[in-house]
């Protein structure tokens, strides 16, 4: 059974079952009732105002009710933009209503002026009712956009507040002194028996009465675990793995390794880590007090993860072939050690601080933790200070380095001091921040400048085809140069796009940014980029592109599927096919080019300007490009000639290859490809052998000798002439052209059934009439002349031979006496020396 029976058949099963409805839907609403109408545009939009009027007025309340909560505050922030978004949408519908109504009064024409007849009453109140109408959506569009100005400024507000919180919490001082410490270590030994408590609690009350949920939840977790760790390996593996038999890698090759073996697996565990948390939430294994700390445990041990992959990616501690940068075995192994253990220390000061704010700890205790932190990678980066990693050029990797250059070892020094100094004097709140940008932003940056370098690398001509996933794709598609330089750039440009859409909503999220704040700015980048009063909607352009695109592609497919399908089969003529085909391309790039505009959202009365100038420019400048434009679309229409005609302009003969619009391609018998402006084959003169057929006529000169019988010629040509694939109708002639003393000129005209074909026949005709003119023994030219018997006695032929014998040997000759003989006849063809 074929799809459409089946489709057929359903649409037959579903009918009964559509009937009720039908009857429903078509019954007639009782006596008495009257069916709703739909509310109009105006009124509808009035309610979804004052509905935001009324949220708006609720989010101010919980705005001043969380002052002191930043991401309560970015979450309230953008909803007041989302709803000043929305009162501009409400208003937005009442556009076509607007649009309507103004062309009805345009329609009426303008109010009559003093002494002018009275308009009709149906008339002037029709007028009255669309200018009330037209009032009221004036007010609605006036009340949306005071609506959208006061949540613009609530939302400036917010950000004003979150601002001035992030600074207090930065500078914030805390006195620093022994009692503190005290009380910090005394909340400290609180708080560990709590989470003994809290995490004892909640496992054995998942072990008792969630154990299947967990062991699913678990196993789940191990499954996607082992699909990510194979299916990565299989598709990703060359891009992340060093190939041990590779002595000296490219630097492209180590810059690409490095950038896809910190991103790939990052994410991969990133993944990871939340499928296992999404999957105990699901199955309820998590309880309010434990979820926060596992999705902090969580992002802990990706972002250790992260920042090994990258210190191992940089510095490669076991294979400095591999090495981005130059430093000696010993000076990586403990750089990696050292940016492992600032990872660390800041990891676990964070996990403690989540720790801290589900258990309800005191902020003492906090502080204190973070002012650990701090010292400790304080004194990290002090070490870091005094390792000599630096080589120089050429040196062995394992020799001992050199120290740091004295600017960077001075930054690393005046760093760490910094923030042991700020801990100590009670800026903990700014020296943990500081500590954090340093390992995870610092981490981020140091990735994104892999990343670009790599970009910037596989850019560079022919340094994508030296690459493994280049030379595999050149070996499974068989990509030339050209198309392998296409693609690296292509990737090129991939990579800087996911490093910026990557790292830099990363340190955002560093710097205190909340995610909505990301999302709003994402969403005003994309859809509402204001110049002047010109707006700019990235998504919307992408989405005319996208559109555009495919509009051309579905009238490409169209033309061929048309072309090659319908009017080939139909036995189309080709020219007709060619303009057929040529229109609808043109229409189908017009209609998708319109298309993509609006879906762009630009609109086109505003192209009215650009049509001015347009139609200036071509009064002055593009006098002849339209010329040749209207001349196409004339040789389009009219078809004075098609393609596959043979034509003759000016000094250009050949075949129409094809018509476009601008100029016509002609190829020449010596495939040579001419470009003729259609203005000149419209205002010139154009001669076409096919124009109406390909009939033609073919001309055979031939010259004979004039003692040959004129008549007897002309018979012999006809004879000829109609054994060769010539038409018989019309039938071949024979002109008597001239004749002299010495030929009679005949010409044998014939016509064949292609004038394409003329050569070749041409070549048979002649061929045909010589082997008949041999066989015939008709000279075609006067016979020699006759030879003139000479005579001459033996004494003087031998005088004669003597003198030519001397003549070549250059010796002079005596003369002989001569002696008569008798004379000697000279045979014909002989010459005079017998």
Known sequence: MTTLKRAVLALLAVLPLLQPA?????????????????????????????????????????????????????????????????????????????????????????????????????????????????????????????????????????????????????????????????????AGGQEGADLQRTVGGW????????????????????????????????????????????????????????????????????????????????????????????????????????????????????????????????GARKLERSIFAMAFANALDYFLGAVSVALGSAVVLTVAKSMIASIVIGFILIWISFIRPMLREGEDPSGEGRPWPRALSTLLLTTGFGLIGMALLGYVGLARFVAAQIVVTGAILVTMYIGILSGRAIGVQGAFARTYLGQRLAERYQLNDVAMDQTGLAASLGIYMIVLFLGVPGILLQWGFQIGDIESWAYRIFTEINIGSISISIVGILAGLVLFALGLVVTRWFQRWLDGTVMVRSHVDPGVRNSVRTAIGYAGVGLAGLIGISAAGIDLSSLALVAGALSLGIGFGLQNIVSN?????????????KVGDWVVAGTTEGYVKRISVRATEIETFQRQTIIVPNSVLINGTVGNWTHRNKLGRIEIPVSVFSGNDPRRITDLLLEVAATQPVLRNPEPSVVFVNFSSSTLDFELRAFVADVSNAGSVKTELRTALLERLREEEIALSAPAAATVPVTIDAQSAELVAAMIDNAKAGVPIAAQPQKKAKPKVVEEGADETG
């Open 22 to 186: 039908l009857a429903i839907a078509q019954e007639p609403a009782p006596d008495g009732q009257t069916v709703a109408a739909p509310a109009s545009p105006i009124a509808d939009a009035n309610d979804k105002l004052d509905k935001a009027r009324r949220q708006l007025n609720d989010l101010r309340k919980q705005i001043d009710a969380a002052r002191e909560d930043e991401p309560k505050l970015a979450e309230l922030k953008l909803k007041v933009e989302q709803l000043g978004r929305s009162a501009l949408d409400a208003s937005v519908s009442t556009r076509q209503r607007f649009n309507e109504i103004k062309a009805r009064l345009d329609e009426l024409g303008p109010v009559p002026a003093e002494g002018q007849p009275a308009e009709a009453d149906p008339i002037k109140e029709e007028r009255a009712k669309l200018a009330e109408e037209r009032a009221a959506i004036n007010s609605v569009t006036g009340n949306a956009e005071a609506l959208s100005i006061e949540a613009t400024q609530l939302a400036n507000q917010v950000t004003e507040m979150r601002r001035t919180l992030f600074t207090e919490t930065l500078l914030e001082r805390t006195n620093i002194s022994p009692a503190v410490l005290e009380d910090a270590l005394a």
């Open 203 to 330: 496992l054995r009350f998942v072990w008792s009465f969630k154990r299947e949920s967990l062991l699913a939840a678990v196993s789940l977790s191990l499954v996607i675990g082992l699909v990510l760790y194979s299916g990565g390996h299989r598709l990703a593996g060359p891009l992340i793995q060093r190939n041990k038999t590779i002595e000296k890698p490219h630097y492209i090759t180590r810059l690409m390794i490095a950038f896809w073996s910190i991103t790939i697996p990052t994410f991969a565990v990133g993944a990871f880590a939340f499928a296992c948390y999404s999957l105990l939430y699901s199955f309820n294994v998590l309880r309010p007090d434990i979820a926060p700390m596992v999705s902090s445990l969580f992002a802990v041990c990706v972002g250790l993860y992260f920042v090994s992959a990258l210190s191992r990616a940089v510095l490669a501690p076991k294979r400095p072939q591999w090495r981005l940068v130059s430093v000696s075995d010993e």
């Open 629 to 641: 434009f209207v001349s196409g679309l004339i040789l389009l229409a009219e078809r004075p000639f």
